[in-house]
């Protein structure tokens, strides 16, 4: 099973949000961190054991699955993965919603969202990520827990574009986002078909 969570609040309430990638290294804000413990208290009472831990190098990350791992009984050391790490908005970095929308548009946003389409612009090598996300899921498993990853919103979204049934899942979910704060499970089957559990869970 793998387990995928997007890292926790980097705003503070009130403050306006900005599309933050790769080149902007911002940490947890106190509820962000406390989003994480929150998801580290759900884990525990659904008594689920990880055999391996995942993260993005950046700090978000990082402190978002310390603080998940401080509630859970027994963790191993994260491992810090390249392809987890969030994608670079190149122009658009550090920009507003309505900046991004004035200069590409509502429909290119939608395509990133729903298919994975790449905005202009953006520097986001797809088969690179897509083929890291196959690597991970062809690897032999580990029958005695489950594999956590702790990334960002656009990284996460190519778990949903690696394999083919995960694909016809996603197009259900209407978008491939997840929360801040939010996980997903994909898991195998009895046959060791991909499928997608949740997505989007919030505690």
């Known amino acids: 099973m793998f387990v995928i969570i997007r890292h926790g609040n980097?705003?503070?309430s009130?403050?306006?949000?900005?599309r933050i990638g790769a080149r902007t290294d911002l940490h947890l804000t106190a509820r962000g961190v406390q989003q994480a413990e929150a998801l580290g208290r759900h884990f525990a009472q659904l008594e689920w054991e990880f055999s391996r831990v995942l993260v993005s190098?950046?700090?978000?990350?990082?402190?978002?699955?310390?603080a998940v791992l401080s509630q859970v009984s027994v963790s191993p050391e994260p491992e810090f993965a390249p392809f987890l790490r969030e994608i670079d908005h190149g122009p658009d970095e550090s920009r507003t919603e309505d900046e991004i929308v004035e200069?590409?548009?509502?429909?290119a946003l939608a395509a990133w969202d729903e298919a994975g389409r790449v905005p202009p612009d953006w520097i986001v090598d797809p088969e690179a990520r897509l083929s890291a996300w196959r690597d991970l899921?062809?690897?032999?498993s580990n029958a005695d827990g489950a594999t956590l990853l702790v990334t960002s919103n656009g990284a996460a979204r190519f778990a949903l574009l690696a394999?083919?049934?995960?694909?016809?899942?996603?197009k259900k979910l209407g978008s491939l986002k997840l929360p801040t704060g939010g996980y997903g499970v994909?898991?195998?089957?009895?046959?060791?078909?991909?499928?997608?559990?949740?997505?989007?869970?919030?505690?």
């Open 10 to 12: 980097t705003f503070e």
């Open 14 to 18: 009130g403050e306006q949000p900005r």
């Open 57 to 66: 190098p950046l700090a978000r990350t990082r402190q978002t699955a310390e």
């Open 103 to 107: 200069r590409i548009g509502t429909d």
């Open 137 to 140: 899921f062809s690897a032999p």
């Open 163 to 170: 394999d083919p049934a995960l694909r016809d899942a996603a």
């Open 186 to 203: 994909i898991a195998r089957d009895d046959v060791g078909k991909l499928c997608l559990g949740d997505w989007g869970v919030r505690p």
